[in-house]
Structure formats: C-alpha cells, structure tokens
C-alpha cells in the first residue's frame, strides 16, 4: 500500500493512497473535518465526565490527538482499532502541532510512541488504547462505549467496511443512548442503521460535505 502526504486547503496535512485513490480526510481540511464531525458533533455531544471512546480507523492518530486537546474537563477512555498503520516516517511528517499549537507536541508524540495493544496514559485525563486488527477478526466490549468515531474509508473504496454485520458490532458496542458519529451520510448506509435500531440524525457537513451522521442507539 503506497501512501504519501498531502496538504489539505485548511492547510493541514492528510494522506493520500494512490491504489484506492483515498484521501484519509477530506482535501476540504484534515483538521477543519475531524473538529467538525468527531468533536464539536461527537465529543462535545457527550455530557458525561467519564467517557469511553472507540475509533475505528485510527489513521494517523488526529482523531484522538484532537480528542486528547479537548478533553481537560472529561476522563477519557479512548479504543482505537487500526488493521494498517502508518509508517513513522509518514506520522513525523505530519504538521498537526505546527497547525494546532506547539505546545501539545508532547501529547502528539506520546499518542505515536504508545506501544500497540497496551493501554497506556497519555495524560491525567485520557488513557489510550491502540489495536492492531481488523475489525472483522476483533472481539469488541459489548455495551460500554458512550460513542464510537466512525472513520473507515468511505464505502466506495471499503464497502466491507459499511455493511450490516459492522454495523451491528457498532450497535452492540454502544451503551444504550450512546452515539456512533461518522462524515458519512449514503443513503443505504442510513438505511441500514435505522434497520439495526439506530435513531438516525442528519447534521450538517463539514465544508465540501452537505451532510453527516450521528446515529444513537436506542
């Protein structure tokens, strides 16, 4: 799999996979989407002090770096499943603490030196869980995530990733009322979250996006 940097129009930097023709963010702004649909919709949705979190799709580690940055009067649990990681080289080269704020560099590179399948504290409020695996293969905790960030790639380049078995291990993962949030909004894929049980809300999109989803369980 062949990936190299991009610069995204917020100027933030993304990556791009030549075989898939996929972005891992939008080229409308890596930071600019991931703020929009994983935080200000997702994290800032949850009232609870005591959160848990999973991400599937790791990536690059913005998700949870910006998670990290705006989670000072919450204590966060943060699961992350990645099946391909990125290779160090490529994640050193990312410019998101020159973008964000250089004084969260030291959160950044604590997030990318935790070592895979060892929960490890970031900082006094967020412990971090990184998972080398497929989703397919990995037993997820059922009933004990407060909301789940959504970010495969999209379904033209992963369907496998958006069918209903997925979906169903999503919906089982989730406390009751919890919330899986993803930039998606295809019309099936809504569709089928409705068939598992989910309320389904459409939000506004991040700039290039008309829409996303936020989808609670019942």
């Known amino acids: 799999m062949k990936r190299r940097l991009i610069l995204t129009e917020d100027g933030s930097s993304s990556i791009y996979i030549e075989e898939m023709n996929e972005h891992y963010h939008s080229t409308h702004g890596a930071i600019q989407e991931a703020n929009h649909v994983f935080i200000f919709n997702g994290l800032k949705r949850i009232k609870k002090n005591n959160v848990n979190i999973f991400e599937l799709g790791f990536g690059t580690g913005l998700n949870a770096f910006l998670t990290l940055i705006h989670s000072s ?32 560099d030291s959160y950044f590179q604590k997030i990318h030196s935790a070592k895979w399948e060892i929960p490890t504290e970031i900082s006094r409020f967020f412990e971090l869980h990184k998972i080398q695996s497929k989703i397919q293969n990995y037993n997820i905790k059922a009933n004990h995530y407060d909301v789940i960030y959504f970010d495969a790639f999209g379904p033209r380049a992963q369907s496998e990733m ?38 389904v809300i459409a939000l506004p999109g991040p700039p290039g996006k008309r829409e996303m989803t936020v989808a609670i369980k019942k």
């Open 73 to 104: 009067d919450k204590m966060i649990s943060y699961d992350a499943i990645e099946a391909f990681p990125v290779e160090n080289e490529l994640l050193q080269n990312l410019n998101y603490v020159k973008e964000i704020g250089g004084e969260f």
């Open 162 to 199: 958006w069918n209903k078995v997925i979906l169903q291990k999503m919906h089982d993962a989730l406390v009751s009322g919890g919330e899986l949030i993803t930039y998606c909004a295809q019309g099936q894929f809504k569709r089928d979250l409705k068939s598992l049980g989910f309320e």
